[in-house]
T-cell receptor
């Protein structure tokens, strides 16, 4: 059974810092990996999707990498801003298009 | 842009009531999903559907049923609501191969008293 782990569970950084969020998964037979953002009490917003054949994806200040063989992904956020404060979830798509989620990293960017 | 809408943002129901949560997507996606999200437990898959009138159990289907009569609409039904079904319910839809990218609705916060 696929298991997804995210480290750290919570992170607080001052504005302007670059930061890395980590995600690991146990079964490398995945179709893709998605990174989501969730604000308190809200739904999930898709940030980046990396297909299994890709190594990384970039969107603005966000860069996500994927090392399928080692079961790892990282989300890099450059020049963090208070508006980046949210919970970040990674999820992998396995068989039958089902997602398995990590438990998330709660990020706080302070002024 | 893909849009997934859910019928209610907040819902309060009494124990034993029958509850319907509705989800509609506008991107002609084949796949639709219902999750619940609880503190400390993360997101858990309740049911999903590959096509109209098709449904598959997820990880925690007990106490729930679903209906998909039209491609764009996927309903979650709590036959007899209980307090342990108080939760945030999230609907999602996804395209088929090769991307399987999932898009989520805003969620329904259900409280059962």
């Amino acid at each position: 059974k696929q298991e997804v782990t995210q480290i750290p569970a919570a992170l607080s950084v001052p504005e302007g810092e670059n930061l890395v969020l980590n995600c690991s998964f146990t079964d490398s037979a995945i179709y893709n990996l998605q990174w989501f953002r969730q604000d308190p009490g809200k739904g999930l917003t898709s940030l980046l999707l990396i297909q299994s054949s890709q190594r990384e994806q970039t969107s603005g200040r966000l860069n996500a990498s994927l090392d399928k063989s080692s079961g790892r992904s990282t989300l890099y956020i450059a020049a963090s801003q208070p508006g980046d404060s949210a919970t970040y979830l990674c999820a992998v798509t396995g068989t039958a298009s089902k997602l398995t989620f990590g438990t998330g990293t709660r990020l706080q960017v302070t002024l | 842009d893909v849009k997934v809408t859910q019928s209610s943002r907040y819902l309060v129901k009494r124990t034993g009531e029958k509850v319907f949560l509705e989800c509609v997507q506008d991107m002609d996606h084949e796949n639709m999903f219902w999750y619940r999200q609880d503190p400390g437990l993360g997101l858990r898959l309740i049911y999903f559907s590959y096509d109209v009138k098709m449904k598959e159990k997820g990880d925690i289907p007990e106490g729930y049923s679903v209906s998909r009569e039209k491609k764009e609409r996927f309903s979650l039904i709590l036959e007899s609501a209980s307090t342990n079904q108080t939760s945030m319910y999230l609907c999602a839809s996804s395209s088929d191969r090769p991307l399987y990218e999932q898009y989520f609705g805003p969620g329904t916060r259900l409280t059962v008293t």
